[in-house]
């Protein structure tokens, strides 16, 4: 009887302690420091650069060219002013003034030609370079021979003033110190009836190749 009283306390003492020890809360497990790094950790994109779709490098928003192929064929002098807008697009105009206006034939002694011009296919590098179209009109001062069937010739010639609208299709090509080369052919049409009175024709030609300098 004595050991049964004596083990009844020990055992209340043994489950007591047991409770307590279930009713501790579990401690959270405690990150180690590998794990936080790999949080951490930056994730590197790779960009591959695409030239076709980036601002071009600026060299310039102006433009002046002349026209080396008048100067040996017509003769005469032609340049250009040309306003960059943005990548693909211009606007600006030419001035052509003949060196030899006794050409017999129709010959354009003087031309305003004002022109907008859109760029295509090749944008990147400088801008405003490559394949284009342009839209122009003309101004013209056109020297008109008559022909005399008496002198079975051309007789003296008067002046005419002529309008005409046209297109010219080209491409650029700009170095990165600026300088500009490019070649075009177009046409252009008369709007008036003077291609009835002497020589003057319905339609006039360009063609040639310029060279120029940005700035």
């Known amino acids: 009887m004595k050991r049964l009283l004596f083990f009844i306390p020990i055992f209340f003492m043994l489950a007591a302690v047991n409770a307590q020890e279930e009713e501790v809360p579990a401690v959270s497990e405690v990150p180690s420091i590998s794990e936080d790094k790999e949080e951490e950790k930056v994730i590197k994109v790779e960009i591959v650069k695409n030239s076709s779709f980036e601002s071009p490098e600026v060299l310039g928003e102006r433009e002046i060219k002349l026209v080396v192929t008048d100067i040996i064929f017509v003769p005469g002098l032609h340049g250009y002013y040309e306003k960059i807008v943005d990548e693909n697009s211009s606007f600006g105009f030419g001035v052509l003034t003949a060196l030899d ?11 305003f030609s004002p022109f907008y011009r859109m760029y295509f296919l090749n944008r990147q590098d400088f801008g405003a370079q490559g394949s284009f179209i342009e839209l122009f009109s003309s101004f013209a001062s056109v ?37 500009t080369y490019e070649t075009f052919v177009g046409a252009g049409r008369y709007l008036d009836n003077k291609d009835e009175i002497g020589d003057n024709p319905q339609t006039h030609i360009k063609l040639g190749l310029s060279i120029g300098k940005r700035f």
């Open 101 to 111: 206006d006794s050409v017999v034939g129709v010959n354009r002694r003087f031309a």
């Open 143 to 179: 020297r008109n021979f008559e022909f005399d069937d008496l002198l079975n010739g051309y007789s003296d010639s008067s002046t005419v003033f002529r309008f005409s609208l046209g297109a010219t299709l080209g491409k650029k090509w700009v170095t990165r110190n600026g300088y």
